[in-house]
């Protein structure tokens, strides 16, 4: 015949001429596996009957379904109809672009059940075609950018059996990615119901290697669709099969071997539809998953701590490290930050520490400070001492020992590095000079944190006497008095403003603004989103300093200076109806300690900004050991790197370890290990969202004050940034100074770490929003879309509408 082929002529280099269900149907039958038998009308046929009609015209669809078949296809349709038996048949258009992983077209067109008789036939197949140019299906195309001359429309006319049960089967978990589970769902009836997402199904979880079941969910199936004699329709499901099981443990194993052999065949995890008649299964279609996740290990439920005797912290430079760390740099991290910590707490107390009694391990991915105990105590008896060392120069301690000797050492490291020819150099001198940038960061980083106590203490001390000598009813929070000072961060924010602005006046794709940028991203690129060097920095990836951008070009956006001034108005006025009340004595007192909290605040700020000077010339290094390795080195142990370089074969499980840590990404770590009273009595204060609340509210800190209620957008990292509406409560594990950009948008923040004088409290102070942090488990407990109340006054964050 010229334009009907049966199932075992076609296979997928026909589907230009079959469409992309017919040649999947070709393939099952090639591959011995139980199908429906059946023909496909070609797309030649169609190509006959539309001769003659304009598919750019807005009647197009209209065109068709007044059509009549061509009498040459008609007779061909009738002959393969008569070889089919002259019974109920099952009449599925299959478009050219249909079924396939990059492009998923099911559903779009028409699919007509137990058609009976010639005409009925026939006046399926027209209405097959006619479904081609439906709105719908005209709107999917258009934005899958097909065109409309470049698709064309075959059916499929495939035997109809009377089925008791069907269903779909997963090859591969659609909802995890994981490939060592099936997914099977069954109902009564046909499968209409079914694959349309009407009728309720049992869930079943099949484990791949044994066919054996891991999961079963019996659903309440109230409907299920039944043939009419030349039909379907809803009908109930008797009531002593609506809690009865579809199938049982034998028939899901062989169900699933039948899923295998297909995935098999095609060689990528499959999509089945699947009938069962009279106690034998046939399957009636097969398409690629689309958007199947990629593989996720199980999320962990335990966290077995790799030393004894000890407490473990997700606190101070782990704000910088969200997620789960790659091999690579779990490996290198720990010793640079052991090192330089211990270095300080050395110098602080006056003798060595330990070996062992800090350390700076991973549990289930997520890195965690240790210290023993008996170091714990040791350095709390210590404290006060340790801190008044600070200033002493050998510390690097201090604004002074910062501004002098911390950041200009760790500048020079990294502009040695930067001189060097990265391609002269051999691997081996690269993953050395990879090493000691990582160490000059994390002693950068130690430096820093001999900021943060001064920063700390100096808001405090003002905040303690504010509240309790000047502070009356109506009267502001402490933290309102020291907003509008300047920070690298918001000096970031106003280079992008100007970039917007410039923008708007000359293009994007002017000479000056493209200078602009360049200047932008050598100044503020290096500062990370993640301290993970596996994960880009907006030098590498700018895509969300861009959308920033087109955001401030909107209405919604807000000239950063223009807010400062507003904000360091209300302060000022505030701060002088404050003082005006005093006496002479606790008016200079008040000065002081103002005076000292405003000049210290953004110092740690600034000092957080340059973390990452070395990150972008440390991924430049890290991707060219790649390059000369064929391998992803930052997946990659240190052993096993070094072992690579030293020419040894090495095959680590590269896919598994990135299963592993998309597991492992799903939960949000514990912010004190191990989980015991003493810790939580001592330390919970600091860290109120290490208890987990349970029910609706969450507890944290109060980072800044105010109460707002709005739709929550939970943020994991910076892929999700351009989600971000404007007025919506930023929820995340933490942020940091690259995040700044994102508070422009955001009716408040939320997130499982931090603290009062986290970036993510300073900065929500400097726009004017609420904020709670450390939390916990808020990025676990809130999803995008709930309606939230979150009191930056009381630190709880309520979802008031999930």
Same mark, same amino acid.
């Given at each position: 015949?010229?334009?009907?082929?049966?199932? #075992? &002529? /076609?296979? $997928? +280099?026909?589907?230009? *001429?079959?469409? @992309?269900?017919? %040649?999947?149907?070709?393939?099952?039958?090639?591959?011995?596996?139980?199908?429906?038998?059946?023909?496909?009308?070609?797309?030649?046929?169609?190509?006959?009957?539309?001769?003659?009609?304009?598919?750019?015209?807005?009647?197009?669809?209209?065109?068709?379904?007044?059509?009549?078949?061509?009498?040459?296809?008609? #007779? &061909? /349709?009738? $002959? +393969?109809?008569?070889? *089919?038996?002259? @019974?109920?048949? %099952?009449?599925?258009?299959?478009?050219?672009?249909?079924?396939?992983?990059?492009?998923?077209?099911?559903?779009?067109?028409?699919?007509?059940?137990?058609?009976?008789?010639?005409?009925?036939?026939?006046?399926?197949?027209?209405?097959?075609?006619?479904?081609?140019?439906?709105?719908?299906?005209?709107?999917?195309? #258009?934005?899958?950018?097909? +065109?409309?001359?470049?698709?064309?429309?075959?059916?499929?006319?495939?035997?109809?059996?009377?089925?008791?049960?069907?269903?779909?089967?997963?090859?591969?978990?659609?909802?995890?990615?994981?490939?060592?589970?099936?997914?099977?769902?069954?109902?009564?009836?046909?499968?209409?119901?079914?694959?349309?997402?009407?009728?309720?199904?049992?869930?079943?979880?099949?484990?791949? #290697?044994?066919?054996?079941?891991?999961?079963?969910?019996?659903?309440?199936?109230?409907?299920?669709?039944?043939?009419?004699?030349?039909?379907?329709?809803?009908?109930?499901?008797?009531?002593?099969?609506?809690?009865?099981?579809?199938?049982?443990?034998?028939?899901?194993?062989?169900?699933?071997?039948?899923?295998?052999?297909?995935?098999?065949?095609?060689?990528?995890?499959?999509?089945?539809?699947?009938?069962?008649?009279?106690?034998?299964?046939?399957?009636?279609?097969?398409?690629?998953?689309?958007?199947?996740?990629?593989?996720?290990?199980?999320?962990?439920?335990?966290?077995?701590?790799?030393?004894?005797?000890?407490?473990?912290?997700?606190?101070?430079?782990?704000?910088?490290?969200?997620?789960?760390?790659?091999?690579?740099?779990?490996?290198?991290?720990?010793?640079?930050?052991?090192?330089?910590?211990?270095?300080?707490?050395?110098?602080?107390?006056?003798?060595?520490?330990?070996?062992?009694?800090?350390?700076?391990?991973?549990?289930?991915?997520?890195?965690?400070?240790?210290?023993?105990?008996?170091?714990?105590?040791?350095?709390?008896?210590?404290?006060?001492?340790?801190?008044?060392?600070?200033?002493?120069?050998?510390?690097?301690?201090?604004?002074?020992?910062?501004?002098?000797?911390?950041?200009?050492?760790?500048?020079?490291?990294?502009?040695?590095?930067?001189?060097?020819?990265?391609?002269?150099?051999?691997?081996?001198?690269?993953?050395?000079?990879?090493?000691?940038?990582?160490?000059?960061?994390?002693?950068?980083?130690?430096?820093?944190?001999?900021?943060?106590?001064?920063?700390?203490?100096?808001?405090?001390?003002?905040?303690?006497?504010?509240?309790?000598?000047?502070?009356?009813?109506?009267?502001?929070?402490?933290?309102?008095?020291?907003?509008?000072?300047?920070?690298?961060?918001?000096?970031?924010?106003?280079?992008?403003?100007?970039?917007?602005?410039?923008?708007?006046?000359?293009?994007?794709?002017?000479?000056?603004?493209?200078?602009?940028?360049?200047?932008?991203?050598?100044?503020?690129?290096?500062?990370?989103?993640?301290?993970?060097?596996?994960?880009?920095?907006?030098?590498?990836?700018?895509?969300?300093?861009?959308?920033?951008?087109?955001?401030?070009?909107?209405?919604?956006?807000?000239?950063?200076?223009?807010?400062?001034?507003?904000?360091?108005?209300?302060?000022?006025?505030?701060?002088?109806?404050?003082?005006?009340?005093?006496?002479?004595?606790?008016?200079?007192?008040?000065?002081?300690?103002?005076?000292?909290?405003?000049?210290?605040?953004?110092?740690?700020?600034?000092?957080?900004?340059?973390?990452?000077?070395?990150?972008?010339?440390?991924?430049?290094?890290?991707?060219?050991?790649?390059?000369?390795?064929?391998?992803?080195?930052?997946?990659?142990?240190?052993?096993?790197?070094?072992?690579?370089?030293?020419?040894?074969?090495?095959?680590?499980?590269?896919?598994?370890?990135?299963?592993?840590?998309?597991?492992?990404?799903?939960?949000?770590?514990?912010?004190?290990?191990?989980?015991?009273?003493?810790?939580?009595?001592?330390?919970?204060?600091?860290?109120?969202?290490?208890?987990?609340?349970?029910?609706?509210?969450?507890?944290?800190?109060?980072?800044?004050?105010?109460?707002?209620?709005?739709?929550?957008?939970?943020?994991?990292?910076?892929?999700?940034?351009?989600?971000?509406?404007?007025?919506?409560?930023?929820?995340?594990?933490?942020?940091?100074?690259?995040?700044?950009?994102?508070?422009?948008?955001?009716?408040?923040?939320?997130?499982?770490?931090?603290?009062?004088?986290?970036?993510?409290?300073?900065?929500?102070?400097?726009?004017?929003?609420?904020?709670?942090?450390?939390?916990?488990?808020?990025?676990?407990?809130?999803?995008?879309?709930?309606?939230?109340?979150?009191?930056?006054?009381?630190?709880?964050?309520?979802?008031?509408?999930?």
């Amino acid at each position: 015949m010229r334009f009907v082929r049966g199932f #075992a &002529e /076609v296979g $997928a +280099a026909d589907v230009a *001429l079959v469409g @992309g269900k017919g %040649a999947n149907l070709g393939e099952l039958v090639r591959a011995g596996l139980p199908v429906p038998d059946g023909v496909v009308l070609t797309t030649e046929a169609y190509a006959v009957a539309a001769a003659g009609i304009d598919v750019g015209s807005p009647g197009v669809q209209e065109a068709f379904l007044g059509l009549a078949v061509p009498s040459e296809v008609a #007779a &061909e /349709v009738r $002959a +393969a109809y008569a070889g *089919l038996g002259w @019974g109920p048949v %099952a009449v599925r258009s299959s478009a050219t672009a249909e079924d396939l992983a990059d492009a998923s077209f099911a559903g779009q067109q028409e699919t007509f059940l137990d058609v009976r008789g010639e005409e009925a036939v026939l006046d399926a197949v027209v209405r097959c075609w006619a479904s081609l140019w439906t709105a719908r299906a005209i709107d999917y195309r #258009a934005r899958q950018g097909i +065109a409309r001359t470049d698709v064309r429309l075959a059916v499929v006319i495939q035997r109809m059996v009377a089925a008791d049960a069907s269903g779909v089967l997963f090859t591969a978990d659609p909802t995890t990615g994981r490939r060592d589970r099936i997914v099977v769902s069954a109902a009564w009836g046909l499968g209409e119901s079914v694959v349309g997402g009407l009728a309720a199904t049992d869930e079943l979880v099949v484990d791949r #290697a044994t066919f054996a079941e891991v999961g079963r969910t019996v659903a309440a199936k109230t409907e299920m669709t039944v043939p009419t004699g030349g039909g379907t329709a809803q009908v109930a499901v008797p009531a002593d099969r609506q809690r009865a099981p579809v199938l049982g443990a034998a028939e899901v194993g062989e169900l699933a071997r039948l899923g295998v052999r297909a995935e098999e065949h095609f060689g990528v995890p499959q999509d089945v539809e699947w009938v069962r008649v009279d106690g034998a299964f046939a399957l009636v279609q097969a398409r690629p998953i689309t958007a199947l996740p990629p593989p996720t290990a199980p999320p962990p439920t335990t966290w077995p701590l790799p030393y004894r005797g000890g407490a473990y912290f997700r606190a101070s430079i782990v704000e910088q490290m969200p997620s789960p760390l790659t091999p690579l740099f779990a490996d290198l991290i720990d010793p640079a930050v052991t090192g330089s910590i211990g270095g300080l707490f050395a110098s602080m107390l006056g003798r060595p520490v330990p070996a062992g009694d800090i350390a700076f391990p991973t549990i289930n991915g997520y890195a965690y400070y240790f210290y023993r105990t008996r170091g714990l105590l040791w350095m709390t008896v210590r404290l006060p001492w340790a801190l008044r060392s600070l200033n002493r120069p050998e510390t690097r301690g201090g604004v002074r020992g910062w501004r002098e000797r911390a950041h200009p050492g760790y500048v020079a490291v990294v502009d040695v590095w930067k001189a060097k020819d990265l391609a002269a150099l051999s691997s081996e001198e690269l993953l050395d000079g990879v090493v000691t940038l990582l160490a000059a960061g994390a002693t950068y980083y130690t430096a820093v944190q001999s900021v943060i106590p001064l920063a700390a203490t100096a808001e405090i001390g003002f905040t303690a006497f504010y509240d309790r000598v000047v502070k009356r009813a109506g009267d502001p929070a402490a933290h309102v008095l020291l907003v509008g000072e300047d920070s690298e961060p918001l000096r970031a924010e106003r280079s992008l403003y100007a970039l917007a602005r410039l923008a708007r006046s000359a293009g994007t794709e002017s000479s000056a603004w493209r200078r602009g940028f360049a200047e932008h991203l050598e100044r503020f690129g290096h500062t990370v989103f993640d301290l993970d060097f596996a994960e880009p920095t907006p030098a590498d990836d700018p895509s969300t300093l861009l959308d920033t951008i087109r955001f401030m070009m909107s209405e919604a956006g807000v000239d950063p200076e223009v807010r400062r001034s507003r904000l360091r108005a209300e302060r000022d006025t505030r701060t002088e109806e404050l003082r005006a009340r005093l006496d002479p004595v606790r008016r200079r007192i008040f000065d002081a300690l103002l005076a000292r909290a405003r000049r210290l605040g953004p110092v740690r700020e600034d000092a957080l900004a340059d973390m990452g000077l070395a990150w972008p010339l440390m991924r430049r290094m890290l991707r060219e050991l790649s390059s000369r390795l064929s391998v992803d080195v930052f997946w990659l142990t240190e052993s096993e790197l070094r072992a690579r370089l030293r020419g040894e074969p090495v095959h680590p499980p590269i896919a598994e370890r990135q299963a592993l840590r998309r597991g492992r990404a799903l939960v949000s770590p514990p912010q004190m290990l191990p989980e015991v009273t003493w810790l939580r009595t001592v330390f919970g204060r600091f860290m109120p969202g290490a208890e987990t609340p349970a029910g609706e509210q969450l507890t944290g800190v109060p980072g800044s004050t105010g109460s707002v209620t709005a739709t929550a957008r939970v943020l994991r990292g910076p892929e999700d940034f351009a989600a971000m509406q404007p007025g919506e409560v930023l929820v995340a594990r933490m942020t940091t100074p690259a995040w700044t950009p994102l508070f422009a948008r955001a009716a408040a923040v939320v997130t499982d770490i931090g603290g009062p004088l986290s970036h993510s409290s300073i900065v929500a102070r400097e726009y004017g929003i609420p904020a709670v942090l450390g939390t916990g488990s808020a990025t676990d407990r809130i999803r995008t879309g709930d309606r939230v109340h979150v009191d930056g006054d009381a630190g709880t964050v309520s979802v008031v509408d999930p």
